[in-house]
């Protein structure tokens, strides 16, 4: 039904800058929140940054100041700006979208597959 694909990620050396972009598409009736999560080996699942449909967004303390979130609501999409990378930022990145549900009062989480960020020291 819907589909998100993220793009940008790489291997950089610390201090650098990476850009991630998340793509929405398929049938989207109303995006609400979307965000940016990371995982890496043995740790949980966690919030990088969200970003409401007004364009609010809302960041994990490990990241303000370094990392913007920003969208195109017209486009559907979503981006990460990271600058500033460090070791610790080294995860899998994945994309997230709250899709409203015609009709219902509920709604539908989407994620991406998944790209990965390596930051070298």
């Known amino acids: 039904q819907v589909q998100l694909v993220e793009s940008g990620g790489g291997l950089v050396q610390a201090g650098g800058s990476l850009r991630l972009s998340c793509a929405a598409s398929?049938?989207?009736?109303?995006?609400?929140?979307m965000g940016w999560y990371r995982q890496a080996p043995g740790k949980q699942r966690e919030l990088v940054a969200g970003?409401?449909?007004?364009?609010?967004?809302i960041y994990a303390d490990s990241v303000k100041g370094r990392f913007t979130i920003s969208r195109d609501n017209a486009k559907n999409t979503a981006v990460l700006q990271m600058n500033n990378l460090k070791p610790e930022d080294t995860a899998v990145y994945f994309c997230?979208?709250?899709?409203?549900?015609?009709?219902?009062?509920?709604?539908?989480?989407?994620w991406g597959q998944g790209t990965q960020v390596t930051v070298s020291s």
């Open positions: 997230n979208a709250d899709v409203s549900r015609p009709l219902f009062t509920d709604s539908i989480t989407y």
């Open positions: 398929g049938s989207i009736f109303r995006i609400n929140a």
């Open positions: 970003i409401t449909s007004g364009g609010r967004p």
